[in-house]
């Protein structure tokens, strides 16, 4: 990393003098250095940074032959189109850290052949590439996805394991997903489509950071849903230091994210702390290399968080009533902007955020004596961690705190029940007046659990039905219109899924969802389906069990919940163990004298 950080400064000296290495007299016609105008370049700049000459040299030949292999990779992209990619491997597969891996390769090729190369070149079986902190994918091309001459591209090791998994048939083979990554997304993809309405299924509900549920429009808590399981799984990981496999998951969590709306995103820190994630794996897999991905991603995270929590933590203060175990964020977020300030040769700006690290630092250690005090009394480590943050370390304070967390908590558990039993009796309602049971949990669900509503929609569909069976031209009823406009759909695409189904607002609804919201020109074209196709509801007939109840699925469910921490501000939950280190770490590059290295 001090190498880094001494490049980085070296590199502004020569930019500020416009000096290029690459040519005469630093570099002569064979392309050798120009010892003595190096020499003399060497001994100028090192007193500017502190450093030995003989350091001062080194950095500076490592920059010209960098430059020299950019311009002879240039040349020879533009006259054979073969572009020079830089790989960021696996530190068990480096077999010398400080030298650069570089693979030639043309960028209208498969991604899949690129796998194939490396894994010949260096022994690597089974890989991910990561590109700007996107996965590419195997069956397309470089190009197409963004690769250039001179990227650097992350290699990612996949277990033999899961990779077998993987790769059981050929359709999972092109996928190139791992099994750990299917089986994540199709469990929390069945829990996103579960509303509550079945007594004994889990189900997911987003809420707000006072626990109370948030009305989304059913596309984004979908997607919302997927992306909080997978970022889930990946801090599942990331404490097992499996920090390869935690970036994929983390990867896949950022995509989802991103088909949630940016009011949704600036609503909720889950975001903001996604970022933090991602940059603190690319940290501990030292591919900090990706310095433009990172930094970008931690000015998302500083955004979001001032965003949801106000400039002076004010709104934050409002909801909680303290800011205390918020703050790890924050110093999470300032030792990374550290870090890659040091590694840009910004040592200013590094000691500048390390000096609000080191106070928040002060500030979130705790009393090991406090601690034990307070798990005497019957609270665990996690809620005596969280309450003496919370509370600025006042242990009488802390203690009234989690107790009356736990209380709050208690209630909403108690309010949760309530709220589903009188689901399941609004169920029983429906179903006796001659509805299916899977129809009536439906319609309670957009009533809001309103009875009468969940009626009142059941007759619609009936009626809308037996105008179909009349063969008696639909009309596309308002309300139901504005029933699907509220579940976040388009008024056009409404319309026609409506007309399509014959004004049934279940059938129109799944219509669109299996079209992503939007129906192509060749559905909207055809006659509406006959009745006896119709999905409306029967006033007698049961539904069959679906696969959301298979074994299978239940499986997948139960082994996705396992990750999912039962308390709340589990991500809060940080020791500092992995920040204390990387702390002193930084002190020690900050503070090197001119004959230390690292």
Known sequence: MAELNTEAKLKTHLKQEKIQLWNPPYTDDNNQPGAQHMQELAERYAPLVCLPVQEVGGALEAIRAQAVRRGKGNKTFKETSMATLELLLPRDSKKDPKTKNHLEMRLDVLVQEVVDRIGEDFGLKHIKLILNGKTLCADQRLDEQGVKNHSKVMVLKVSDSEWRQQTRDEEEKKKNQNESLQRTEKGFQILSERDGSEETSPFLEIADQRGNPLKIPHIEKKALILAMGFHEKGRSLMKKKQFENALCHLLQADQQFSKCGSALLSSVDNFAVLQLDIVWCYRALEALSCLDDGKSRLQRAEDCFLKCYGEQRQRLLMIKGNTGREEVLFLRLYLLQSLLSYIEGNDAQARHQLAKVESLYGRLCLDSEKMAQLMALGFNEREARLGLRACQGDLQEAAIHISNQRQEREELKQRERQKRSRRMEGVSTLTELGFSRRDAARALHHADGDVDRAYQILLDSSQAAQLTNNNTEGVVSPERVEQLLYLGFDREP?????????????????????????????????????????????????????????????????????????????????TLEEESELIANMKTYLNRGPTHTV
């Open 494 to 574: 409404s319309e026609a899924a409506l007309r399509l189904t014959g004004g049934d607002v279940q059938s129109a609804t799944q219509l669109l969802l299996d079209n992503q919201g939007v129906l192509p020109p060749e559905l909207i074209s055809v006659s509406p389906p006959p009745s006896s196709s119709s999905s409306s509801p029967s006033p007698t007939s049961e539904e069959p069990s679906t696969s959301s109840n298979s074994t299978d699925d239940r499986e997948l469910v139960n082994e996705v919940l396992e990750d999912i921490s039962r308390h709340e501000e589990d991500y809060l939950d940080l």
